[in-house]
């Protein structure tokens, strides 16, 4: 009898995998007897291969991911099917309704991956320890300005403040308010603020996002008392935060509107824009897009930019322009090398 050809490693691995998905099938069909009727609901929360799903009714069900969807995240409008047999069947997502919009972040060995769906504005909260960043908040700006959410600037901890640090960090932070952004300064140790931060919450649905140890755990103590969440610790060796939420999460709120509580990004990295979004982003050029002497003009020193006219006008922030070019500096050192600018 010949003897069985020896498999590669390669090999092994693909029919391993194969074994897997036929085993996974099976399982499915299955656990089509144990569910029940087709139902809409919202995503939750979710945790690795699971995501939990409100119903209409407020019923949560935990319930497994049918591999033919893409992405499921929170805030995302899904058909599902609950489980009838026991509670341990939770249920089964069948399918994702299109997205209103959606955040998104990109991730060095899985491309671009969404965070949040249908989300009506992200909240950018930065903190005065270990140091205020206009920089990072651009960042988030730019993140936001590309996905069209409306962003709010919320810089917390200012109970930190002296009275001439609080001048200075007002200062910093005047040039968004005057190009048309939303800055709110709160204190979960004094209160301030806190209730101008949830009347802009009312009736929408918003993410937090912002670096570890800025305390959106904090704040979401405060505005949901009964969410418990965990408060990290600034790490003395780093200056930066310890994470403290594990997995995504979307909590109500008793007045109307949601919150979606995700894990702390300590960097929202941008290497997926091209340099020509970048600038469009910055949402105090556009008025001046367009308008430069050379239509490759980098914004630089290039003759007959206007955008660099502007700065030297007054028209433009200088430390906002300055900011870009740092942003825009630093995308090609951090753009894999498969990567393509969207």
């Known amino acids: 009898m010949a003897k069985r050809p020896k498999l590669t490693k390669n090999q092994r691995r693909k029919v391993s995998e194969n074994r897997a998905k036929r085993l996974s099938a099976k399982q499915d069909e299955l656990k089509d007897s144990q569910l029940g009727d087709m139902q809409n609901g919202t995503v939750v929360g979710r945790f690795g291969k699971h995501a939990d799903v409100e119903s209409q009714e407020g019923t949560v069900h935990r319930c ?89 600037l919320v810089l917390n901890k200012v109970e930190l403040l002296d009275s001439d640090a609080r001048t200075y960090v007002e200062q910093a932070l005047q040039v968004y308010q005057d190009i048309g952004y939303k800055v709110i300064y709160t204190s979960c140790k004094s209160g301030e603020g806190i209730n101008e931060l949830s009347a802009q919450l009312k009736d929408n649905i918003s993410i937090f996002v912002g670096q570890s140890g800025v305390g959106k755990s904090s704040l979401v103590n405060q505005l949901l008392p009964e969410a418990e969440e965990a408060v990290g610790e600034i790490s003395a060796n780093s200056g930066l935060g310890q994470h403290t939420t594990t997995s995504a999460k ?54 007959g930019c206007i955008i660099r006219e502007a700065v030297e006008n007054g028209d433009v922030d200088e430390q906002r322009y300055f900011s870009y070019l740092r942003i825009v500096e630093s995308m090609d050192e951090k753009r894999p090398a498969y990567s393509k600018p969207t």
Do not use: M
């Open 64 to 152: 497994f991911i049918r591999r033919t969807i893409d992405s499921v995240v929170c805030g995302d409008h899904v058909q599902f099917r609950p489980g009838i047999t026991d509670e341990q069947t939770g249920g089964v997502i069948e399918a994702v309704h299109d997205r209103n919009s959606v955040l998104t972040r990109p991730d060095f060995y899985d491309g671009i991956k969404p965070i949040a769906a249908n989300i009506d504005q992200i909240i950018v909260v930065s903190a005065v320890v270990p140091e205020l960043s206009t920089n990072i908040i651009d960042r988030y700006l730019v993140a936001a300005e590309d996905v069209e959410i409306q962003p709010i």
């Open 250 to 303: 979307l909590l109500h709120f008793a007045k109307g509107g949601d919150l979606i509580d995700s894990p702390g990004i300590r960097e929202f990295s941008l290497w997926h824009l091209s340099k020509e979004r970048v600038t469009w982003c910055f949402k105090e050029f556009r008025d001046y897009l367009g308008g430069c002497k050379f239509r490759d003009c980098k914004h630089i020193d290039d003759p």
